[in-house]
């Protein structure tokens, strides 16, 4: 059996009867260094919290540490919802 089992004219037919619409000239598209601001203002907020329960930052074990780190993370989730 070296037959073709789909006829020729059924087979040309391959296009689809959807609507596409263009894509928009003016989308919005993130500079290349917001990735990376997101990432690093996430990292920096989990690292000062686990110093600051370690002892290791300037100050001791500081309730403002934990105010600037949790800052840090919500400053990077603002930065993450205009990311496109």
């Known amino acids: 059996m070296s ?3 789909t006829p020729q004219a059924e087979r040309a037919h391959t296009r689809s009867d959807r ?3 263009p894509i928009p000239k003016n989308t919005k598209v993130s500079p290349k260094w917001m ?3 997101i990432i690093g203002l996430f990292v920096v907020g ?3 919290i686990i ?3 370690a002892g290791v ?3 001791g074990v500081s309730n403002w540490w934990l ?3 949790i800052g840090s993370i919500f400053a ?3 930065v993450a919802t205009r990311y496109h």
């Open 76 to 78: 990077g989730l603002m």
């Open 67 to 69: 105010v600037g780190a």
């Open 35 to 37: 990735g990376g601001l």
């Open 51 to 53: 110093l600051n329960y």
């Open 46 to 48: 989990v690292l000062v």
């Open 19 to 21: 609507y596409t619409p």
């Open 3 to 5: 037959g073709r089992t």
């Open 57 to 59: 930052l300037p100050g």
